[in-house]
């Protein structure tokens, strides 16, 4: 059995552009597309949907934001935060994950808003902590440039620290409603958390109540001091690799992490965002591959101006026929990792750009049997715990994956019937 989710990359962005069915019978900015595809989710079995957040028009990619905002990459989006009710009120037992930067709420504002998000959702509540790498995003929060890369992680885990304290500053009893005895809550049980730390301070206590529990922690850390953040304190991994060995010396390592801070690896569910792409048959599957593989500017502007935006690097001063020269980020540096790799050292931009086309990336392309049959030996071959379906969620999109697609994970048994309702990390906690 394999948990499955939903990852939003697109956030509470624009769903669908370039689809022939884009902005029929639904609207990107109102909330009823997405609590729509919610349902979709809730009723194939899925854990939990996460949606991703970014707070920049991006335009390192040649200086400008005009591939973004021309083909709507990344770009614009409400807020997450506000969804999420709404998301609440259409299910009953989805776990609803947003997005949130460690680097840009102060952490009482986000131990507050998170523990109130809590109580409506009855446990059902994760967060996905980012630490928003570009200096351009920086730049719209007082600063001149992003905080050093492990620097900003150690300060991300001190926030993640302080967050949890003040979700602990009140004991579970400590509300006691005694109508007869004319108390609401026992001061004695009420702390304040005194935090004095590198990045932070904070008094506390939390002015809001005890949480049903607390929300899952989220989190996507690929370098070296990612993982060893998201080991320590996550809930859930996000994570990104092309092939079982490394999806599997990926996971290894992250429980490997978990262990070493005294905690049981299997309290981490480390889930690995997938593309399926479902077709009708083998002649459709083999002419979506085709067209994945044949370059075209579009193609490549597409490409570019997403690894320009997710390592802060602009792509497009390099020569595309010239040898890719050595780059660091002070972004994210696993996203940067992962695409130079994907061709031999020395390869020149196009020679990567082919390769990463040739390859499917995270598509799994295939007739919903074949898409399958595929997850299920990958689920095998990794040893653990599941994939998150990345995708718009527009009508036509979420309805052409999911509606052939569960029936047969349900027929390879590695997707559950029903979910519980004891919320998000104890339905994560069933196997
Ligand atoms: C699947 C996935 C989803 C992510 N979602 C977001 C997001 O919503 N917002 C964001 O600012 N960063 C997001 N990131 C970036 C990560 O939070 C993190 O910064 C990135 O993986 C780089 O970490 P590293 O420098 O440790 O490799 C995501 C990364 C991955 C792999």
Redesign the pocket.
């Known amino acids: 059995m394999q948990h499955f989710g939903w ?1 939003l ?1 697109a ?1 509470f962005g624009v769903q669908g552009w370039g689809d022939p069915t884009y902005g029929i019978g639904y609207d990107w900015k109102k909330p009823t597309v997405y609590q729509e595809a919610s349902r979709e989710f809730e009723r194939a079995g899925f854990d939990l949907f996460i949606i ?3 707070v920049t028009v991006p335009d390192t990619y040649g200086g400008t934001a005009e591939v973004n905002l021309s083909t709507a990459r990344f770009v614009p989006k409400h807020d997450p935060l506000p969804l999420v009710p709404y998301l609440l009120q259409a299910t009953e037992r989805l776990g609803i994950v947003p ?1 949130l ?1 460690a680097s840009f709420y102060e952490p009482f504002t986000a131990a507050r808003l998170l523990a109130t998000l809590q109580h409506f959702a009855d446990g059902r509540l994760g967060f ?1 902590v ?4 570009s200096d351009i995003a920086a730049q719209n929060y007082g600063l001149d440039k992003q905080i050093e ?1 492990d620097r900003r ?1 150690d300060r991300a885990e001190e926030w993640v620290q302080v967050v949890r304290a003040l979700w602990r500053s009140w004991d579970q009893d400590a509300v006691l409603e005694d109508i007869a005895g004319g108390v609401f809550a026992d001061h004695t049980k009420v702390r304040t958390i005194d935090h004095k730390g590198e990045f932070f301070q904070v008094r506390g206590p939390l002015n809001t109540v005890p949480l049903p529990s607390e929300p899952v922690m989220v ?5 070296g ?3 060893t953040f998201a080991g320590r304190n996550s809930d859930v991994v ?3 690799a092309s092939t079982p060995e490394r999806m599997r010396t990926y996971r290894d390592g992250i429980r490997q992490v978990a262990v070493e801070q005294g905690r049981d690896a299997d309290d981490l569910k480390v889930l690995f ?1 997938v593309q399926p792409i479902v077709t009708a048959n083998a002649e459709e599957a083999a002419s979506v591959r085709e067209k994945r593989r044949t370059l075209t500017q579009a193609s490549i502007d597409e490409a570019l101006q997403s690894v320009s935006y997710l390592s802060g690097v602009d792509f497009k001063k390099f020569d595309l026929d010239a040898p890719l020269p050595e780059i660091t980020t002070n ?5 940067l990792d992962n695409f130079v790799k994907s061709a031999p050292a020395g390869s020149t931009v196009r020679e990567i750009l082919q390769a990463r086309a040739e390859k499917d990336g995270l598509a799994i392309i295939g007739t919903a049997g074949e898409v399958a049959a595929h997850l299920g030996e990958l689920g095998e071959a990794v040893g653990g715990d599941g994939f998150l379906f990345t995708g718009q969620v527009h009508p036509a999109l979420v309805h052409r994956t999911l509606d052939p697609l569960v029936p047969e994970l349900r027929r390879q048994g590695i997707l559950r019937t029903e979910l519980g309702d004891g919320g998000l990390r104890a339905n994560l906690q069933d196997f």
């Open positions: 990852f990359g956030g991703e957040d970014g997005t930067s996905n980012v630490t928003s790498g890369h992680y989190q996507a850390g690929a370098s001091r990612g993982q996000l994570a990104l965002v972004s994210n540096q696993g996203t």
